[in-house]
Nanobody
Framework: QVRLVESGGGLVQAGGSLRLSCAAS????????MGWFRQAPGKEREFVAA????????YYTDSVKGRFTISRDNTKNTVYLQMNSLKPEDTAVYYC????????????????WGQGTQVTVSS
């Protein structure tokens, strides 16, 4: 069982930056692939970024490539999403996700989800 708690969301102007954090419980964090998803009002939840257990492999949806960076610190049981050059269309609730296979996390998500953190980008 993995418990995920997101933090770092907030209100930012277009062009600004935010860093989301996701703290995971459990001693097996380093064995899980991690990901970020987001859901905008009236839209389905969509994949944003994923990282494998070691941090060596990362995946991004096309709309955030070059602007967002996913990383992890296995000594702190934490995964991060650095978001730069934010756009109003990035406004959404951002969810942290954990799973055993990064290829699955990068498609539909793994078995464990956080509660989400709101990111609002004003124009």
């Amino acid at each position: 069982q993995v418990r995920l708690v997101e933090s770092g969301g907030g209100l930012v102007q277009a062009g600004g930056s935010l860093r989301l954090s996701c703290a995971a419980s459990g001693r097996t964090f380093s064995s899980y692939a991690m990901g970020w998803f987001r859901q905008a009002p009236g839209k389905e939840r969509e994949f944003v970024a994923a990282i494998n257990w070691s941090g060596y492999s990362t995946y991004y949806t096309d709309s955030v490539k070059g602007r967002f960076t996913i990383s992890r610190d296995n000594t702190k049981n934490t995964v991060y999403l650095q978001m730069n050059s934010l756009k109003p269309e990035d406004t959404a609730v951002y969810y942290c996700n954990a799973g055993t296979l990064v290829t699955r996390v990068a498609r539909t998500g793994g078995d464990y989800w956080g509660q989400g953190t709101q990111v609002t980008v004003s124009s």
